[in-house]
């Protein structure tokens, strides 16, 4: 097993952790899972993009708990058995936006995001005492998924949007793409605030 315990914050930018059997991360204040701060000017390869991501693993059970707030902008999270997120303040889990295409080609654009995902093969558990919010997540279980928040939760969308042009012709599509909660078993979701499903 692997445990990480801090009395103030857990900074894991862009890291890779794993471990054979159960993976315990926790911080009085804040921990930050986000994508690493690399200089990519928002144009990377599709290949490239992943990358970016924190990615947290293990054969067991995953447990990250925060007495302050959780980000996990791009995170990938993935246990065999179940997964908890808990924090005292908020959890936030958005996406990263980024371009295939260099900017400097007005004629074209391929916009996309990288999304959080969350998995708990057995059992996935998020409880914020504050605000619960996703852009675009993935949060899934082959058992139960529990989400609660003592304040708001909003589960939002991104925008993904291609352009071309050329031979006097253009195409343009945008698609949107939801959070997705996804449970083998029973969803439950819980919010002493309000709820907002953005498809």
Same mark, same amino acid.
């Given at each position: 097993?692997?445990?990480?315990?801090?009395?103030?914050?857990?900074?894991?930018?862009?890291?890779?952790?794993?471990?054979?059997?159960?993976?315990?991360?926790?911080?009085?204040?804040?921990?930050?899972?986000?994508?690493?701060?690399?200089?990519?000017?928002?144009? &990377?390869?599709?290949q490239d993009s992943a990358e970016l991501s924190s990615k947290i693993t293990a054969k067991n059970n995953i447990s990250i708990m925060s007495g302050g707030d959780i980000n996990g902008k791009?995170?990938?999270?993935q246990a065999n058995g179940n997964t908890l997120l808990s924090a005292g303040r908020n959890i936030t889990l958005p996406s990263l936006a980024y371009s295939v295409i260099n900017p400097a080609?007005?004629?074209?654009?391929?916009?996309?995001? &990288?999304?959080?995902?969350?998995?708990?093969?057995?059992?996935?558990? &998020?409880?914020?005492?504050?605000?619960?919010?996703?852009?675009?997540?993935?949060?899934?279980?082959?058992?139960?998924?529990?989400?609660?928040?003592?304040?708001?939760?909003?589960?939002?969308?991104?925008?993904?949007?291609?352009?071309?042009?050329?031979?006097?012709?253009?195409?343009?599509?945008?698609?949107?793409?939801?959070?997705?909660?996804?449970?083998?078993?029973?969803?439950?979701? &819980?919010?002493?605030?309000?709820?907002?499903?953005?498809?």
């Open positions: 097993s692997l445990t990480i315990h801090a009395g103030n914050n857990i900074s894991a930018k862009g890291s890779d952790i794993s471990s054979g059997k159960d993976i315990y991360l926790s911080a009085a204040k804040d921990i930050d899972l986000s994508f690493a701060g690399v200089e990519y000017k928002n144009y &990377i390869l599709p791009a995170v990938q999270i080609n007005d004629n074209n654009k391929d916009d996309r995001h &990288i999304i959080a995902q969350v998995r708990g093969d057995k059992k996935l558990t &998020i409880a914020a005492n504050g605000t619960l919010t996703t852009v675009g997540a993935k949060l899934t279980s082959g058992g139960d998924v529990t989400l609660s928040s003592g304040g708001n939760m909003r589960f939002e969308s991104v925008q993904n949007h291609t352009y071309r042009e050329g031979n006097r012709e253009f195409t343009e599509s945008v698609t949107q793409q939801g959070t997705e909660l996804t449970s083998g078993g029973i969803l439950t979701v &819980i919010s002493n605030g309000s709820i907002l499903f953005q498809a």
